[in-house]
C-alpha cells in the first residue's frame, strides 16, 4: 500500500476515548504511521469517488470497484495530496497519493460493505477478512513485532472484532 516502512497505529476495532463527546468509540479502520510523503497506492481496480477536503493538505477519498452505489469501498484518509483527480479510474497498483508531511504522518484505511439496498444493512469490515495472503502476512508480522502500536497500549488482534456497526460507533 506504501513504498516505505510504516506500522500500525492501531488495529481494526480499537477502543479509543473521544474528547468531544465524553465517550469510548470504536474504530472503523486501520491507522498507520508513514514517513513523511510516502506514496500511497490502489488497493483494488476502480474510480475515486468523493474527495473531501476536510482541512488544508488534509483529505479523504473513496475508492469503489465500479461507480458509487458498488457494494463495497474503500475510504483513505489524512492523505495531503491526489495523484489523480475525482472520477479517476485506477488499477491496484497505482500510485495515487502522497501521505501528509506533519508530526503525525496519521494515514487511514477503511473498508466499507453497504448492502443496504439489497439486505438492509451496512459494515465497516476489518480488512483483514478480505485481505490478500500478502497484505494479511504483513499484519500478522507487524503484530508480532515491536512496530506494533495499539492506542490501548498494545495489540492482541490486528481485528479486534470482524466488523462494526457504522449506525453503532459508540461503546455502551
Known sequence: MVTVRYYCFSSFAD????????????LPHYTY??????????????????????EPDDLEFWLTKD??????????????TMRVAEGARVKAGDWIATSANETTHRFEFQVNKDTRRIDNTSWHICPRTIGSSTFNSFHDSVLASNNARATDGGFTSVCMAEVVDPQNLYVP
Open 33 to 54: 504511521r508513514l514517513r513523511a510523503n510516502a506514496k500511497i497506492y490502489a488497493s483494488m481496480d476502480g474510480t475515486i469517488q468523493r474527495v473531501i477536503t476536510q
Open 67 to 80: 461507480k458509487i452505489d458498488d457494494v463495497w469501498m474503500l475510504v483513505y484518509d489524512h492523505v495531503a
Open 15 to 26: 477502543k479509543v476515548f473521544e474528547a468531544g463527546t465524553g465517550k469510548y468509540k470504536w
